[in-house]
Every structure is written in structure tokens, then in C-alpha cells.
């Protein structure tokens, strides 16, 4: 049985940084891709950063850009997400979601049960 347990959201200010944390249990962590997604009030669930099971593909949507990094620890079987310079509209619940081979596709076929992050201006 596959497990994703999300944590490290919390509130913060404008401007801050915040760390998530993504430990996968049931599933060698290396053979997957792994991704994180996030979900506002009244949006779809969308996409934010994912990275390949050996590490050397990595993707971030457009608006994190030079903000956010993913990393993952296959050792520790956790990835990472590192969020600095926050801004209001990244308040959302964050998923981590394990894809369903070492590269990164469509959509992961396992998911966490998420995060909030908040953003105050």
C-alpha cells in the first residue's frame, strides 16, 4: 500500500519561505517520478513542480519559477519542496503525488492528503 504524508505548511507572511515535506512509504521511491500540486478555493488542482525518480529531469509551472525548488532524498524516501519569497496567491493545500514510473507524466497515480500553506500580505 502506497502512503504520501504531506507536511510543513503552516501560515507565514509575504515574502517568507516555507519547506515541504513529502515522505512516500509502499513504493520503491526511486523507481517514481514525484510531483506537487496545489489546490485554492474554487480551483482545480494544478500543477506546480515534479522531478524524475533519479533526479536529473525536474519541471516548476511558470509562476514559481526562481521561487520554489523540488529536491527529493531517495535515502530518506522524501521530497522536497523549498518555498521562498511567498506570495498571497500561492495560499492554497499542496499534494504531493507519486507518477506512475521513474518519468515524469500525465498525472500521478497516488496522491498525499495535503497541506495548507497561507500567505498574508
Known amino acids: 500500500q502506497v502512503q504520501l504524508v504531506e507536511s510543513g505548511g503552516g501560515l507565514v507572511q509575504a515574502g517568507g519561505s516555507l519547506r515541504l515535506s513529502c515522505a512516500v512509504s509502499g513504493r520503491t521511491n526511486s523507481r517514481y517520478a514525484m510531483g506537487w500540486f496545489r489546490q485554492a478555493p474554487g480551483k482545480e488542482r494544478g500543477f506546480v513542480a515534479a522531478i524524475s525518480g533519479t533526479g536529473a529531469d525536474i519541471y516548476y509551472t511558470d509562476s514559481v519559477k526562481g521561487r520554489f525548488t523540488i529536491s527529493r532524498d531517495n535515502a530518506q524516501n522524501t521530497v522536497y519542496l523549498q518555498m521562498n519569497s511567498l506570495k498571497p496567491e500561492d495560499t492554497a493545500v499542496y499534494y504531493c503525488?507519486?507518477?506512475?514510473?521513474?518519468?515524469?507524466?500525465?498525472?500521478?497515480?497516488?496522491w498525499g492528503q495535503g497541506t495548507q500553506v497561507t500567505v498574508s500580505s
Open positions: 503525488g507519486q507518477y506512475p514510473g521513474v518519468f515524469v507524466t500525465t498525472r500521478p497515480d497516488y
